[in-house]
Nanobody, 129 residues
Framework: QLQLVESGGGLVQPGGSLRLSCTTS????????MGWFRQAPGTEREGISC????????DYADSVKGRFTISRDDAENLIYLRMDNLKPEDTAVYYC??????????????????????WGQGTRVTVSS
C-alpha cells in the first residue's frame, strides 16, 4: 500500500488561498490516478477532485469547481491541490488517495477511492476570520 503524506494545510481567512501537497514515503505516484478528499467534523469523507494517471483528465465536485485546481508533478512525486477563494465550509481535514480510473484512451479518473486503498494522516484546513 502507498504510504501517503499530505501537507500544506493551515488557518486562512475567507477568500484566501492554500496549496496542499501529497507525496509518498517510498512508492512512486506516477501511473496512478490520484484524488483529494476531505472530511469535516461529524461528516463522511467527501471526494472533491481527481487527476488521471497521465495528467490529461481532471474532475471536481460541484462544491469546489472553479475554485480548486488539482495538478501533478511525477518527476517530483507530488500531487497538488490549489485552493482559491476559500470558504468557511471548506474547513476539513484533507486527504489524498489513489482513485479508480476508466480504461479509456486517454484515461479518465473517477473521484472514487480504490477499494482498500491507502490514506495518509491528512492535513487540516481551517477557513475562519
Amino acid at each position: 500500500q502507498l504510504q501517503l503524506v499530505e501537507s500544506g494545510g493551515g488557518l486562512v481567512q475567507p477568500g484566501g488561498s492554500l496549496r496542499l501537497s501529497c507525496t509518498t514515503s517510498g512508492d512512486r505516484l506516477g501511473g496512478l490516478s490520484m484524488g483529494w478528499f476531505r472530511q469535516a467534523p461529524g461528516t463522511e469523507r467527501e471526494g472533491i477532485s481527481c487527476i488521471s494517471s497521465d495528467g490529461t483528465h481532471t474532475d471536481y465536485a460541484d462544491s469546489v469547481k472553479g475554485r480548486f485546481t488539482i495538478s501533478r508533478d511525477d518527476a517530483e512525486n507530488l500531487i497538488y491541490l490549489r485552493m482559491d477563494n476559500l470558504k468557511p465550509e471548506d474547513t476539513a481535514v484533507y486527504y489524498c488517495g489513489d482513485v479508480l480510473e476508466r480504461t479509456s484512451i486517454p484515461p479518465e479518473c473517477l473521484i472514487t477511492p480504490v477499494p482498500g486503498g491507502s490514506w495518509g494522516q491528512g492535513t487540516r484546513v481551517t477557513v475562519s476570520s
